[in-house]
Structure formats: structure tokens, C-alpha cells
Nanobody, 127 residues
Framework: QVQLVESGGGLVQAGGSLRLSCAVSGRAFSSYAMGWFRQAAGKDRESVASISRSGSSTYYADSVKGRFTISRDNAKNTVYLQMNSLKPDDTAAYYC????????????????????WGQGTQITVSS
């Protein structure tokens, strides 16, 4: 069973920064494309950023482009989301997800495409 464990969430003032980490169990991490999603109260889950299995390709939602950076360390089975210039609109539960992506260097932006999910971590940005 693949397990994803997020960490790094919390309360931050607008303009501040946070770094989320997602540790993935097992030996197949380099076979997974990874994504970060978020869900604010009363809203649908949305894609924030995604990264291909080697890290060569990345995708960002327009709302976070230029402020957030996704990266991965395949030696540590970990994906990161560096979030700068945070806004109150970034307040949400953030989830990391893994998609089996053998042979493909693609990013994936639809939550239904993913195979495994973390439990989520809350980020609250105060104004």
C-alpha cells in the first residue's frame, strides 16, 4: 500500500511563505507523476501544481504561477511545494497525489487521474 504523508501546513500572514512536503512510501516514487491539489471550504478540489516523474516538466495553475514552486527529490521519495507571497485566497486544505506514470514524462492536472492521495494539510492565510 502506497502512503503519502504531507507536512508543513499551518497559519501564516498574507505575504508570507510556507513549504509543504509530501513523503511517499515504497520504491516506485520515480515512476509517479506528482501533484498538489487544494480544496477550500465549499469549493471543488483544484489543481495547484504538478510535476513529471523525473521533474523535467511542471505545471502551475494560473492563480499560483510565479508564487509557488513544485519540486521533487527522487532520492528522498519526497515532493515539495514552496509557496511564497501567500494570499488569503490560498487558504485551503492541500493534498499531494501520486499517479503511476511509467514511461511518460507528463504532468496531470485532473484529480481523477491520480492513484494515491495524502490525508491533506491545512493552510490558513490571514489578512
Amino acid at each position: 500500500q502506497v502512503q503519502l504523508v504531507e507536512s508543513g501546513g499551518g497559519l501564516v500572514q498574507a505575504g508570507g511563505s510556507l513549504r509543504l512536503s509530501c513523503a511517499v512510501s515504497g520504491r516506485a516514487f520515480s515512476s509517479y507523476a506528482m501533484g498538489w491539489f487544494r480544496q477550500a471550504a465549499g469549493k471543488d478540489r483544484e489543481s495547484v501544481a504538478s510535476i513529471s516523474r523525473s521533474g523535467s516538466s511542471t505545471y502551475y495553475a494560473d492563480s499560483v504561477k510565479g508564487r509557488f514552486t513544485i519540486s521533487r527529490d527522487n532520492a528522498k521519495n519526497t515532493v515539495y511545494l514552496q509557496m511564497n507571497s501567500l494570499k488569503p485566497d490560498d487558504t485551503a486544505a492541500y493534498y499531494c497525489a501520486a499517479k503511476i506514470s511509467l514511461g511518460y514524462e507528463s504532468t496531470y492536472n485532473v484529480w481523477k487521474q491520480y492513484n494515491y492521495w495524502g490525508q491533506g494539510t491545512q493552510i490558513t492565510v490571514s489578512s
